[in-house]
């Protein structure tokens, strides 16, 4: 491991920020077809019921009116009704996801009927005159099971052992994309085709998806994304009401349109994030750590999201408790519960944030009770330099972490003795201020070993395809998809830095569902797998090169070389690759023969020999609490992170800021609450508290690297780290604010109420 050298790299914009800042994107609400009709959906507006009645006749008649569908309507076309089964965990099934309620209501918000108008306006009126009545039910608590995960052997204590024990409570929450979700789709019957716009994050995914849903060859199916405005994962999954508005296409033979308002984002996106979770670490007599324990109890709502299922969450948990320091005993369970809301699904870090924050309180706990500094007690239990590669006792794989590089890059770029000297003098004057370190990892890239063997159409190979054009130019197609993330940005770069050319004569697009294959945009994979995927062809193009100019001048491959777009020899002799597109592509008979087919070459990579990639890293955050209100003030955030080779420092620092900021956000105040009865109490932005600008603090970003393993290009993934170790550090430091009255506060969000509550109670006991 190495800190990073900056002057080395190159920071270069995103490719596409020019044309998306002048309002030239193309997303969802821009795509409008002949004679495309809107859809607007009539929402159950109780958490669990039986639909007694749906009266659609008024709603009919309204002028524009075009469909009134329900369920018993779309029931005939469609071939399989979507059901999460995991092959991996044959218990866990979730009920059918019908497109349209049918005849029971699981969750309020749940789709029930659809109207396709010649306007949305007219869609909207219409919807307002259907009638419906329901059979209320009981709305369910955390009493049904839907699946359990236990890792870890029994744990073993003794009167020699101290356990720490702590309880966590923490909310559910969305993921909150600028541009909500949304789908055009238009079926043509007399071609049987079907053709897709949709802001999502893995195309081949709803190809897949669609066709099985339908009954249709993939082959007659065509999905494409264009630009999205932030994925986050709420975009990963296929909703009812996008499957609704594909059949409403295929009943009715017109293009549909629909998107998601914000009330109606906040009532059916992926949720995630709700725990309440039992932990302890336990130590030896002499203050060794012996281990930790933790019960997981997560509510993932009516239905398993189809089709990954809703319980990454609970599995990351089970899995990534202690992770990055030596146990010697370990074990976890993880329940996850029906409930009527909407159900989970990925989000940003998929569960990871979860244990993060666990094993960081047990370990800041262990420090407190042996009179330790938190930093000195987490560097003294790191997992050994020479354990690696490794399995944890959670079961993941770690090739390389560089845990101490990252802590010592850390405590120099804060200055940590002198934050330690100042807080106790502030605190001398009455100032509450709390510093937060903590360590994190972060599982990307995942491979094929997980969804592949779950059963579940997630493709993990991603395809690259490069071409010499006729200018000299190379275009690039590629699976990947990219919400923000600078993927093609990095893959242009990567292209260019191996053929040797300029970076402005490397065009890279993401393809539709009927180009270059890929898993899209999910678990950090876009640079470390994408990424590789065109190293690989970009590399097989340039030895195509040099091979047909070796035979052209009669000189080895070995003895050429490739340079600011000319191809150079020992001698005088040298040809431009411009020069060489032209003769390949117009006079092929002046070139060694199958010279053109030399100059288009595809490659693809998947990761095998290992689940996934580890990135890892830490954190530190200084706060002041103000005893008076308990309000939060986030005055710094440090992050020292090492995902591997760092193709373009810039993209990966606004990674790493984003990921942060919205990490800070949802430990703060993100807070989906949910009455008794299931309703929504916090469905608009006046209740659900994103962080402000002015709530995020100043951040320094610096960089470890250690190259992956096993793989050319070196990354590890980046997209995540900022989210799972956020929260954590925030709440550290909130902690150690409070902590010299012997307060803490183990409910997220750390609002002001609680973290007075906090101070109040340990002040009166």
């Given at each position: 491991?190495?800190v990073?050298?900056?002057?080395?790299?190159?920071?270069i914009?995103?490719?596409?920020?020019?044309?998306?800042v002048?309002?030239?994107?193309r997303?969802i609400?821009?795509?409008?077809?002949?004679?495309?009709?809107?859809?607007a959906?009539?929402r159950?507006p109780?958490?669990h019921?039986?639909?007694?009645?749906?009266?659609?006749?008024?709603?009919?008649?309204m002028?524009?009116?075009e469909a009134?569908?329900?369920?018993?309507?779309v029931?005939?076309?469609?071939?399989?009704?979507p059901?999460t089964?995991?092959?991996?965990?044959?218990d866990?099934?979730s009920?059918?996801?019908?497109?349209?309620?049918?005849?029971?209501?699981?969750?309020?918000?749940?789709?029930?009927a659809?109207v396709?108008a010649?306007?949305?306006d007219?869609a909207?009126?219409?919807?307002?005159?259907?009638s419906?009545k329901?059979?209320?039910?009981?709305?369910?608590?955390n009493?049904i099971p839907?699946?359990?995960?236990?890792i870890?052997?029994?744990?073993r204590?003794?009167?020699?052992?101290?356990a720490?024990?702590a309880?966590f409570s923490?909310?559910r929450?969305?993921g909150?994309?600028?541009?909500p979700?949304?789908?055009?789709?238009?079926?043509?019957?007399?071609?049987d085709?079907?053709?897709?716009?949709i802001?999502?994050?893995?195309p081949?995914l709803?190809?897949?998806i669609?066709a099985?849903?339908?009954?249709m060859?993939?082959?007659?199916i065509?999905?494409?994304?264009?630009?999205?405005?932030?994925g986050?994962?709420?975009k990963?999954?296929?909703?009812?009401?996008e499957m609704?508005?594909?059949?409403?296409?295929?009943?009715?033979?017109l293009?549909i349109?629909?998107?998601a308002?914000?009330s109606?984002?906040f009532?059916?996106?992926a949720q995630?994030?709700?725990?309440?979770?039992?932990a302890?670490?336990?130590l030896?007599?002499?203050?060794?750590?012996?281990?930790?324990t933790g019960?997981?109890?997560?509510?993932?709502?009516?239905?398993?999201?189809?089709?990954?299922?809703?319980?990454?969450?609970?599995?990351q948990?089970?899995t990534?408790l202690?992770?990055p320091y030596?146990?010697?005993?370990?074990?976890?369970s993880?329940?996850?519960?029906?409930?009527n809301?909407?159900?989970?699904?990925a989000?940003?870090?998929?569960?990871?944030?979860?244990?993060c924050?666990?094993?960081?309180h047990?370990m800041?706990?262990?420090?407190?009770?042996l009179?330790?500094d938190?930093?000195?007690f987490?560097?003294?239990?790191y997992?050994d330099v020479?354990?690696?590669?490794?399995t944890t006792l959670?079961?993941?794989?770690?090739?390389?972490?560089?845990?101490?590089?990252c802590l010592?890059?850390?405590?120099?770029i804060?200055d940590?003795?002198?934050l330690r000297?100042?807080?106790?003098?502030?605190?001398?004057?009455g100032?509450w201020?709390?510093?937060?370190?903590?360590?994190?990892?972060?599982?990307?890239?995942?491979?094929?070993?997980?969804?592949g063997?779950?059963?579940v159409p997630?493709?993990?190979?991603?395809?690259?395809?490069?071409?010499l054009?006729?200018?000299?130019g190379?275009?690039?197609?590629?699976?990947?998809?990219d919400?923000?993330?600078g993927?093609?940005?990095?893959?242009?770069?990567?292209?260019?830095s191996?053929?040797g050319?300029d970076?402005?004569s490397?065009?890279?697009?993401?393809?539709d569902?009927?180009?270059a294959?890929?898993?899209?945009?999910?678990?950090?994979?876009?640079l470390?797998?994408?990424?590789e995927?065109?190293?690989?062809?970009?590399?097989?193009?340039?030895?195509?090169?040099?091979?047909?100019?070796g035979?052209?001048?009669?000189?080895?491959?070995?003895?050429?070389?490739?340079?600011k777009?000319?191809?150079?020899?020992a001698g005088?002799?040298?040809?431009?690759?411009?020069?060489?597109?032209?003769?390949a592509?117009?006079?092929?008979y002046d070139l060694?023969?199958?010279?053109?087919d030399?100059?288009?070459?595809?490659?693809?990579?998947?990761?095998?020999g290992r689940?996934?990639?580890?990135?890892n890293?830490?954190?530190?955050c200084?706060?002041?609490?103000?005893?008076?209100t308990g309000?939060?003030?986030?005055l710094?955030?440090w992050?020292v992170?090492?995902c591997?080779?760092?193709?373009n420092?810039?993209?990966?620092?606004?990674?790493?800021?984003?990921?942060?900021?919205?990490?800070?956000?949802?430990?703060?105040?993100?807070d989906?609450?949910?009455?008794?009865?299931g309703?929504l109490?916090?469905?608009t932005?006046?209740?659900?508290?994103?962080?402000?600008?002015?709530?995020?603090?100043p951040?320094e970003?610096?960089?470890?690297?250690?190259?992956q393993?096993?793989?050319?290009?070196?990354?590890?993934g980046?997209?995540?780290a900022g989210t799972?170790?956020?929260?954590?550090s925030?709440?550290s430091?909130?902690?150690?604010?409070?902590?010299?009255?012997?307060a803490?506060?183990t409910?997220?969000?750390?609002?002001p109420?609680?973290?007075f509550?906090a101070i109040?109670?340990?002040?009166s006991?």
């Amino acid at each position: 491991a190495t800190v990073m050298n900056e002057d080395t790299l190159t920071a270069i914009p995103r490719s596409e920020s020019g044309r998306l800042v002048t309002g030239r994107g193309r997303f969802i609400h821009t795509i409008n077809l002949p004679r495309m009709l809107h859809v607007a959906f009539v929402r159950s507006p109780i958490a669990h019921g039986r639909i007694q009645r749906i009266d659609t006749s008024c709603a009919a008649e309204m002028p524009g009116v075009e469909a009134v569908l329900t369920a018993g309507d779309v029931r005939t076309v469609i071939a399989d009704v979507p059901i999460t089964r995991l092959d991996i965990m044959p218990d866990h099934v979730s009920p059918e996801q019908p497109p349209l309620a049918d005849g029971h209501v699981r969750f309020q918000g749940e789709p029930v009927a659809l109207v396709a108008a010649q306007t949305l306006d007219q869609a909207e009126d219409a919807v307002s005159l259907i009638s419906m009545k329901y059979d209320e039910l009981t709305v369910s608590g955390n009493i049904i099971p839907a699946s359990t995960v236990e890792i870890g052997s029994e744990f073993r204590n003794s009167a020699d052992y101290v356990a720490l024990e702590a309880s966590f409570s923490f909310a559910r929450q969305t993921g909150v994309t600028l541009e909500p979700r949304g789908i055009v789709a238009s079926y043509d019957p007399s071609d049987d085709r079907l053709e897709i716009w949709i802001s999502h994050q893995s195309p081949q995914l709803v190809q897949t998806i669609v066709a099985k849903f339908l009954g249709m060859p993939e082959n007659r199916i065509i999905v494409r994304t264009g630009d999205v405005g932030g994925g986050f994962g709420v975009k990963l999954h296929v909703y009812a009401d996008e499957m609704a508005a594909i059949l409403a296409t295929r009943l009715l033979g017109l293009p549909i349109k629909y998107i998601a308002t914000r009330s109606e984002a906040f009532q059916s996106d992926a949720q995630a994030r709700e725990f309440d979770v039992s932990a302890a670490i336990h130590l030896a007599a002499n203050g060794t750590q012996i281990g930790m324990t933790g019960e997981f109890e997560n509510p993932i709502g009516a239905y398993s999201i189809y089709p990954r299922s809703s319980i990454g969450d609970s599995i990351q948990a089970a899995t990534q408790l202690g992770a990055p320091y030596k146990l010697d005993g370990m074990k976890t369970s993880a329940r996850t519960f029906w409930r009527n809301k909407p159900p989970s699904g990925a989000i940003r870090g998929v569960g990871q944030p979860i244990p993060c924050v666990v094993t960081e309180h047990l370990m800041d706990m262990a420090a407190r009770h042996l009179g330790e500094d938190p930093v000195a007690f987490r560097r003294k239990c790191y997992l050994d330099v020479g354990s690696f590669p490794l399995t944890t006792l959670g079961g993941i794989y770690m090739d390389q972490l560089s845990l101490t590089e990252c802590l010592d890059l850390l405590m120099e770029i804060m200055d940590y003795e002198a934050l330690r000297t100042s807080q106790r003098e502030l605190r001398e004057q009455g100032v509450w201020r709390g510093i937060g370190v903590i360590t994190f990892i972060e599982q990307t890239a995942v491979g094929p070993g997980l969804y592949g063997a779950a059963g579940v159409p997630a493709t993990s190979v991603e395809e690259c395809r490069i071409r010499l054009e006729v200018d000299g130019g190379v275009r690039v197609e590629t699976g990947a998809t990219d919400q923000g993330q600078g993927t093609l940005t990095g893959i242009r770069q990567i292209v260019a830095s191996e053929l040797g050319i300029d970076i402005e004569s490397v065009d890279v697009v993401s393809a539709d569902s009927g180009g270059a294959r890929g898993g899209g945009a999910w678990a950090s994979r876009g640079l470390s797998l994408a990424g590789e995927a065109s190293l690989l062809a970009a590399e097989a193009l340039r030895l195509n090169i040099l091979e047909i100019v070796g035979e052209l001048f009669q000189i080895a491959p070995s003895d050429l070389q490739l340079e600011k777009g000319i191809i150079r020899g020992a001698g005088r002799e040298e040809i431009t690759i411009a020069d060489l597109a032209q003769l390949a592509w117009f006079k092929p008979y002046d070139l060694p023969k199958g010279s053109s087919d030399k100059l288009a070459v595809s490659r693809s990579y998947s990761l095998e020999g290992r689940p996934h990639l580890v990135a890892n890293g830490v954190m530190g955050c200084l706060v002041n609490v103000d005893p008076e209100t308990g309000a939060v003030d986030v005055l710094r955030h440090w992050v020292v992170e090492d995902c591997g080779t760092v193709i373009n420092p810039a993209l990966v620092d606004g990674q790493i800021m984003g990921g942060a900021a919205q990490g800070i956000g949802q430990v703060l105040g993100e807070d989906l609450r949910y009455d008794e009865n299931g309703q929504l109490l916090s469905g608009t932005f006046m209740d659900y508290a994103v962080p402000r600008a002015a709530a995020i603090p100043p951040m320094e970003i610096r960089h470890v690297v250690t190259p992956q393993i096993g793989t050319k290009l070196g990354t590890k993934g980046v997209g995540e780290a900022g989210t799972v170790g956020g929260p954590a550090s925030v709440w550290s430091a909130v902690n150690d604010a409070i902590a010299h009255i012997g307060a803490s506060v183990t409910t997220a969000p750390l609002s002001p109420e609680r973290v007075f509550r906090a101070i109040r109670s340990s002040q009166s006991g």
